[in-house]
T-cell receptor, first 112, second 119 residues
Framework: DTEVTQTPKHLVMGMTNKKSLKCEQH?????MYWYKQKAKKPPELMFV???????INESVPSRFSPECPNSSLLNLHLHALQPEDSALYLC???????????FGPGTRLTVL | AQTVTQSQPEMSVQEAETVTLSCTYD???????LFWYKQPPSRQMILVIR??????QNATENRFSVNFQKAAKSFSLKISDSQLGDAAMYFC????????????????FGTGTLLAVQP
């Protein structure tokens, strides 16, 4: 298995909802990443996990809450989002922090 | 701080022709990696090609090759025999190879070049 999967593909939520994005990889990678990408812009790094521990938080608002329950799974919990949070959320993984990243297909999030 | 610049927001190429996408970067480091990622309308970021700065030889992957000019800090991507499936946004990216005590060496992206392929 050489891919990163993300669910759901699309998500529409209201500003008072709580939802979660899921990312999974079975390549034995020990680093996992969340990115946010606006249309026609490059991805912006949000969080990095290394060996299931949060390594980097790029000053992301607390309405985004990451979780890494095990080495294969990465979640992003969403609560009280704003319309400007609408974007494509990409997950990536790498063998460790020093190797190239492989990206998932993303979740298209719309906040109403 | 490192920066990556892609000066061509959009480009177009005829099917079967060759196109070159430009990328320049700025760094004071001597050891780093450079990447080209492709993002088609399907959204998935796909690694196209990777170059280690310490390697003189330009990387090649099938129809994709790079022209890496370390002194000029230039890293262009050449796509030969362009196909309709090559239409995508292409991002150039830089990553340090220095060891910062375990902190990740972040990918620094350029702003992207949107490539259209005309049949």
């Amino acid at each position: 298995d050489t891919e990163v999967t993300q669910t759901p593909k699309h998500l529409v939520m209201g500003m008072t909802n709580k939802k979660s994005l899921k990312c999974e990889q079975h390549m034995g990678h020990r680093a996992m990443y969340w990115y946010k990408q606006k249309a026609k812009k490059p991805p912006e790094l949000m969080f990095v996990y290394s060996y299931e521990k949060l390594s980097i938080n790029e000053s992301v608002p607390s309405r985004f809450s990451p979780e890494c329950p095990n080495s294969s799974l990465l979640n992003l919990h969403l609560h009280a989002l704003q319309p400007e949070d609408s974007a494509l959320y990409l997950c990536a993984s790498s063998q460790d922090l020093r190797n190239e990243q492989f990206f998932g297909p993303g979740t298209r999030l719309t906040v109403l | 701080a490192q920066t990556v610049t892609q000066s061509q927001p959009e480009m177009s190429v005829q099917e079967a022709e060759t196109v070159t996408l430009s990328c320049t970067y700025d760094t004071s480091e001597s050891d780093y990696y450079l990447f080209w990622y492709k993002q088609p309308p399907s959204r998935q970021m796909i690694l196209v090609i990777r170059q280690e700065a310490y390697k003189q030889q330009n990387a090649t992957e099938n129809r994709f090759s790079v022209n890496f000019q370390k002194a000029a800090k230039s890293f262009s991507l050449k796509i030969s025999d362009s196909q309709l499936g090559d239409a995508a946004m292409y991002f150039c990216a830089y990553r340090s190879a220095m060891n910062y005590g375990g902190a990740t060496n972040k990918l620094i992206f350029g702003t992207g070049t949107l490539l259209a392929v005309q049949p």
